[in-house]
């Protein structure tokens, strides 16, 4: 029988704004704001979005009703769902996110469909990819280029992707055979009388 020595090390603390610690991420925040956080300058992060026009409308729409904050949620457990106070200057982040019109990049409808009705999985992600990366480059060369860019995928290319299979190779007759579909006249079998 072997033995051996056990110890446990406690979870170090967090740290957040003006020296402040604590174990969660979000009550810390909340308390202290981030560890970079000074009251000498009001912080505005310059956000940039590509995605489709619903997508970017749809961000929009999601970023302003953080700014009002969302309520706790009823729970036995109060600290696992906390109330959100809003993303303000006032907020746990203290700063702003802004989004001004430069910084927005739609995808048209058209190069959408072409995406998601390309038969061949690796071209539609290539597709896809080259899509969004190609926008987020010209942000990113702006003279007053976002800080942060949001990538709002439309619903399309996601199910696009997600309903992917991988193809069976000619190397595995087994996966092959394991995906064509079954004869309707097969016999059925009872493998209990199988000896």
């Given amino acids: 029988m072997s033995s051996f020595d ?7 603390l967090l740290e957040f704004a003006a020296n402040g610690r604590h174990i969660d991420v979000r009550f810390g925040l909340m308390d202290y704001g981030p560890v970079d956080f000074s009251t000498e300058r009001t912080k505005e992060v310059r956000l940039g979005v590509v995605g489709s026009s619903q997508t970017v409308g749809k961000l929009g729409d999601w970023l302003r009703r953080c700014e009002g904050g969302i309520p706790a949620k009823n729970s036995r457990q109060p600290n696992l769902f906390p109330a959100f ?3 303000t200057i006032l907020g746990p ?29 690796d071209t539609a ?4 990819v080259e899509a969004f990366t190609s926008e987020v480059k010209d942000l990113a060369e702006q003279d007053h280029s976002p800080q942060v860019v949001i990538c709002a995928l439309p619903v399309e290319i996601i199910e696009r992707v997600s309903n992917m299979r991988s193809q069976p ?6 996966a092959a055979a394991a995906d064509e579909p079954e004869a309707e006249d097969a016999p059925v079998v009872d493998r209990r009388t199988c000896g």
């Fill in 6 to 12: 056990l110890s446990h090390l406690p979870e170090p």
């Fill in 85 to 87: 106070p809003g993303s």
């Fill in 93 to 121: 982040f203290r700063c702003s996110f802004e989004v001004g019109t430069r910084h927005v990049r739609t995808l048209s409808q058209s190069l959408i469909s072409r995406i998601v009705s390309e038969k061949d999985d």
């Fill in 125 to 128: 992600v290539s597709l896809a």
């Fill in 169 to 174: 190779s000619d190397d595995d007759p087994e």
